[in-house]
């Protein structure tokens, strides 16, 4: 581990009188059996299992929630909770609540009532207590809640094309999902712990008047403290500071070696000519500092065992030598967690926190038509959608999948909307669906089943009547689904396979067979079985699908009627490896006759926009570096004329963001202001963007789901 990879967003804590100091709370030891029988305790050879796998931190300044997270971790199987929030705890949920928490006191919010949560979070790191006090108030949330996932991708700002990849956390710095926070919640009202502080604390105005003793005996005491909690049964949570170049007692710091017993130590800080650099005081220099866990102790080495967050390959465990705990300044902030008998109480202030953001309401020049305050909003499954049928310059209709599993939908007569319900609870898994119409008197809806079909509905004079297009357990729950009409008597559709593969079914009345018929697009592993789908045709004749690849590149397949059908036997490659993030979404619209737009979110949050001419070759670029979107965002292009797309995101923020690019220019941000402000717009939420009128900007309409949970639907005023 190199002297940069130290440098992992600790932040010091800061004086408080009411942290719970730590007492040994075990069986009796007399001073010959604690410095006999438990002079030597290594949690990690005790109890392997609770420790791993090894977290890595990545390229990020997590250092401290990895750390809480493995300790969380090993308090769940040490006290044999079975809660996955608990055993395989999201590092996610605890890094942004911990910055959340940090931003808060920056801003002095606790002295005011009822304060809002913090909206925007960095990669800045956390303080310990601040990681700590976020499980005290919000829990632990399952991995599978909110997960940690790592994909290469661009830098934000570099041009698409000729440049080097790098890996990216996904969703670094966005708000955890509402089913997140629900299992934090429940998990803080089923187990009972407390945080204790080891290091004796001091108020900072009298650190100058520390004398060289003073400071012994504080570090004596914490590594006796230490050793106490480990005897105990629990690891320490503390930061380390690194003083050296090349940290390493030995050149040899191979996994190998720890594999047989021997992980590395860190070089001695006191007695000897290779000590770290001081300044004019005498105080050693730090050159970076790392937040570990500590898990065992020798007194016959005189070293703790310390275990990292930079996975199994890259020094998982090391040894530091007594002196780094002693030392007043090479390391600090000592806590650990255990269960306890009583509850926790808040703090007064905290327990006044709102962690609902802001409530919306409707920016200037544009007006908010339809409210839906009865709770039947989408789901925030992945690849949740709202596609939108416009039928005529006057009646347009949005569809959407609820949690509970039923189809709903609203219409318009005018600016009027009005409720309906397709197919009633438990007739639908989460995410996405798909709607189209080749008529102004049908419609065809088209989602994926609970057991994994293909189900549908379409519209009659008749009513509506429901069908099924696949057998159950042939359909990627959670997938994508997309559809399209290119005439009147023509309905297509797409949906992931089982096995990766993409799957197309189309119904063609003039072929006089009057049936839906199937045919493969991609093979099996073509693609993420949760992929995005989105398809888009300029005319009757011409169509093309796109999705994004196992290696997070968009592929793509083109047909033309008029030459050969599909024109590849297998599909066409967009931008590089890991161009689009995994849990992207895409959407493709065509300005005019050859064209396609299409836009995704990069590994980095970036929105991407690569076009193509029926002349040219595909052309990508970033549109707005500096409005970043949730990697699991949504995102919607309509074309408002040859020369304007408009395109819509939710930023990592929770704000949304409708850029206007012209011209294959975007316009500068202060152009297109924030439809809604940071925290206003539900993670998760589904979009809908459309236009009832060609080429008239000032019928734009827009629709999302607000953090409180209410479908809006707003219409841009006349201007």
Same mark, same amino acid.
């Given at each position: 581990?190199?002297?940069?990879?130290?440098?992992?967003?600790?932040?010091?804590?800061?004086?408080?009188?009411?942290?719970?100091?730590?007492?040994?709370?075990?069986?009796?030891?007399?001073?010959?059996?604690?410095?006999?029988?438990?002079?030597?305790?290594?949690?990690?050879?005790?109890?392997?299992?609770?420790?791993?796998?090894?977290?890595?931190?990545?390229?990020?300044?997590?250092?401290?929630?990895?750390?809480?997270?493995?300790?969380?971790?090993?308090?769940?199987?040490?006290?044999?909770?079975?809660?996955?929030?608990?055993?395989?705890?999201?590092?996610?949920?605890?890094?942004?609540?911990?910055?959340?928490?940090?931003?808060?006191?920056?801003?002095?919010?606790?002295?005011?009532?009822?304060?809002?949560?913090?909206?925007?979070?960095?990669?800045?790191?956390?303080?310990?207590?601040?990681?700590?006090?976020?499980?005290?108030?919000?829990?632990?949330?399952?991995?599978?809640?909110?997960?940690?996932?790592?994909?290469?991708?661009?830098?934000?700002?570099?041009?698409?094309?000729?440049?080097?990849?790098?890996?990216?956390?996904?969703?670094?710095?966005?708000?955890?999902?509402?089913?997140?926070?629900?299992?934090?919640?429940?998990?803080?009202?089923?187990?009972?712990?407390?945080?204790?502080?080891?290091?004796?604390?001091?108020?900072?105005?009298?650190?100058?008047?520390?004398?060289?003793?003073?400071?012994?005996?504080?570090?004596?005491?914490?590594?006796?403290?230490?050793?106490?909690?480990?005897?105990?049964?629990?690891?320490?949570?503390?930061?380390?500071?690194?003083?050296?170049?090349?940290?390493?007692?030995?050149?040899?710091?191979?996994?190998?070696? $720890?594999?047989?017993?021997?992980?590395?130590?860190?070089?001695?800080?006191?007695?000897?000519?290779?000590?770290?650099?001081?300044?004019?005081?005498?105080?050693?220099?730090?050159?970076?500092?790392?937040?570990?866990?500590?898990?065992?102790?020798?007194?016959?080495?005189?070293?703790?065992?310390?275990?990292?967050?930079?996975?199994?390959?890259?020094?998982?465990?090391?040894?530091?030598?007594?002196?780094?705990?002693?030392?007043?300044?090479?390391?600090?902030?000592?806590?650990?967690?255990?269960?306890?008998?009583?509850?926790?109480?808040?703090?007064?202030?905290?327990?006044?926190?709102?962690?609902?953001?802001?409530?919306?309401?409707?920016?200037?020049?544009?007006?908010?038509?339809?409210?839906?305050?009865?709770?039947?909003?989408?789901?925030?499954?992945?690849?949740?959608?709202?596609?939108?049928?416009?039928?005529?310059?006057?009646?347009?209709?949005?569809?959407?999948?609820?949690?509970?599993?039923?189809?709903?939908?609203?219409?318009?007569?005018?600016?009027?909307?009005?409720?309906?319900?397709?197919?009633?609870?438990?007739?639908?898994?989460?995410?996405?669906?798909?709607?189209?119409?080749?008529?102004?008197?049908?419609?065809?809806?088209?989602?994926?089943?609970?057991?994994?079909?293909?189900?549908?509905?379409?519209?009659?004079?008749?009513?509506?009547?429901?069908?099924?297009?696949?057998?159950?357990?042939?359909? $990627?729950?959670?997938?994508?689904?997309?559809?399209?009409?290119?005439?009147?008597?023509?309905? $297509?559709?797409?949906?992931?396979?089982?096995?990766?593969?993409?799957?197309?079914?189309?119904?063609?009345?003039?072929?006089?067979?009057?049936?839906?018929?199937?045919?493969?697009?991609?093979?099996?592993?073509?693609?993420?079985?949760?992929?995005?789908?989105?398809?888009?045709?300029?005319?009757?004749?011409?169509?093309?699908?796109?999705?994004?690849?196992?290696?997070?590149?968009?592929?793509?397949?083109?047909?033309?009627?008029?030459?050969?059908?599909?024109?590849?036997?297998?599909?066409?490659?967009?931008?590089?490896?890991?161009?689009?993030?995994?849990?992207?979404?895409?959407?493709?619209?065509?300005?005019?006759?050859?064209?396609?737009?299409?836009?995704?979110?990069?590994?980095?949050?970036?929105?991407?926009?690569?076009?193509?001419?029926?002349?040219?070759?595909?052309?990508?670029?970033?549109?707005?570096?500096?409005?970043?979107?949730?990697?699991?965002?949504?995102?919607?292009?309509?074309?408002?004329?040859?020369?304007?797309?408009?395109?819509?995101?939710?930023?990592?923020?929770?704000?949304?963001?409708?850029?206007?690019?012209?011209?294959?220019?975007?316009?500068?941000?202060?152009?297109?202001?924030?439809?809604?402000?940071?925290?206003?717009?539900?993670?998760?939420?589904?979009?809908?963007?459309?236009?009832?009128?060609?080429?008239?900007?000032?019928?734009?309409?827009?629709?999302?789901?607000?953090?409180?949970?209410?479908?809006?639907?707003?219409?841009?005023?006349?201007?």
């Amino acid at each position: 581990m190199s002297p940069n990879h130290w440098d992992t967003g600790y932040i010091p804590d800061t004086f408080d009188p009411r942290d719970l100091p730590y007492y040994f709370r075990g069986t009796d030891l007399d001073l010959q059996n604690f410095n006999g029988i438990h002079n030597h305790v290594i949690l990690y050879e005790k109890y392997p299992s609770f420790f791993e796998p090894i977290y890595d931190q990545a390229n990020t300044k997590s250092s401290v929630a990895n750390a809480v997270a493995a300790a969380v971790r090993f308090l769940a199987w040490k006290t044999g909770q079975t809660d996955e929030a608990l055993l395989d705890p999201s590092r996610l949920f605890i890094y942004y609540n911990a910055r959340a928490i940090l931003a808060l006191k920056k801003l002095h919010a606790l002295k005011a009532f009822a304060p809002t949560w913090p909206c925007e979070v960095e990669d800045t790191g956390c303080c310990i207590r601040d990681a700590l006090k976020s499980l005290k108030m919000f829990g632990s949330a399952s991995e599978a809640a909110w997960p940690w996932v790592e994909n290469m991708g661009l830098k934000p700002g570099s041009p698409v094309a000729g440049n080097s990849l790098q890996s990216f956390t996904v969703g670094l710095n966005d708000c955890p999902l509402d089913r997140a926070y629900a299992e934090g919640e429940a998990i803080t009202q089923t187990i009972k712990f407390e945080y204790c502080r080891l290091d004796p604390d001091h108020h900072p105005a009298i650190s100058s008047a520390l004398n060289d003793t003073d400071k012994w005996t504080i570090g004596s005491l914490t590594l006796n403290r230490l050793k106490q909690c480990l005897v105990e049964g629990y690891p320490v949570i503390f930061a380390l500071s690194n003083y050296f170049d090349h940290p390493w007692e030995s050149d040899d710091v191979s996994r190998s070696r $720890e594999l047989e017993g021997k992980p590395p130590w860190l070089k001695k800080l006191l007695g000897d000519d290779q000590g770290p650099p001081v300044d004019s005081s005498g105080r050693a220099i730090a050159l970076s500092s790392h937040a570990v866990l500590a898990v065992g102790f020798n007194d016959e080495t005189k070293g703790v065992l310390v275990q990292n967050s930079r996975g199994n390959l890259n020094c998982s465990h090391f040894w530091i030598p007594y002196d780094y705990i002693i030392s007043y300044w090479a390391s600090s902030d000592f806590w650990t967690i255990r269960p306890t008998n009583s509850m926790l109480q808040r703090d007064p202030a905290w327990a006044t926190l709102r962690t609902k953001h802001t409530s919306f309401t409707s920016p200037s020049g544009w007006t908010t038509l339809f409210r839906d305050i009865d709770g039947k909003v989408a789901s925030v499954a992945t690849n949740t959608t709202c596609p939108v049928i416009c039928r005529t310059t006057n009646r347009s209709d949005i569809f959407w999948i609820t949690s509970n599993g039923s189809v709903e939908g609203v219409y318009n007569n005018g600016d009027i909307w009005c409720r309906y319900q397709g197919e009633g609870p438990g007739n639908a898994a989460e995410g996405a669906i798909a709607a189209i119409s080749r008529t102004p008197t049908k419609m065809e809806v088209f989602w994926i089943g609970p057991r994994g079909s293909v189900e549908g509905m379409y519209l009659q004079e008749q009513g509506w009547k429901c069908c099924r297009f696949s057998d159950e357990g042939t359909v $990627e729950r959670g997938s994508g689904i997309t559809a399209l009409s290119r005439d009147n008597d023509l309905s $297509e559709f797409w949906y992931v396979r089982t096995d990766g593969g993409i799957q197309g079914v189309f119904w063609d009345k003039s072929s006089g067979k009057g049936k839906w018929e199937n045919y493969e697009l991609a093979g099996g592993h073509s693609t993420t079985k949760q992929s995005a789908l989105a398809a888009c045709s300029w005319d009757e004749n011409h169509m093309a699908v796109f999705w994004i690849a196992m290696d997070g590149s968009i592929m793509f397949r083109e047909y033309n009627s008029l030459n050969q059908g599909w024109m590849a036997s297998s599909p066409t490659r967009i931008g590089q490896a890991s161009c689009a993030a995994l849990q992207s979404r895409v959407t493709v619209v065509t300005r005019s006759p050859g064209n396609y737009e299409l836009f995704f979110i990069s590994p980095a949050g970036v929105v991407q926009h690569w076009s193509k001419n029926s002349d040219t070759k595909w052309e990508g670029r970033q549109l707005d570096k500096e409005r970043l979107a949730r990697v699991d965002s949504d995102i919607k292009a309509i074309s408002t004329a040859n020369d304007r797309l408009q395109v819509l995101w939710v930023g990592n923020n929770n704000s949304l963001v409708l850029s206007n690019v012209h011209e294959y220019r975007p316009l500068e941000p202060k152009l297109h202001p924030l439809l809604a402000q940071p925290g206003q717009v539900k993670p998760g939420s589904p979009l809908a963007l459309f236009c009832r009128k060609t080429d008239a900007d000032d019928d734009l309409h827009v629709s999302f789901t607000t953090h409180e949970g209410i479908m809006v639907i707003m219409k841009k005023s006349n201007e």
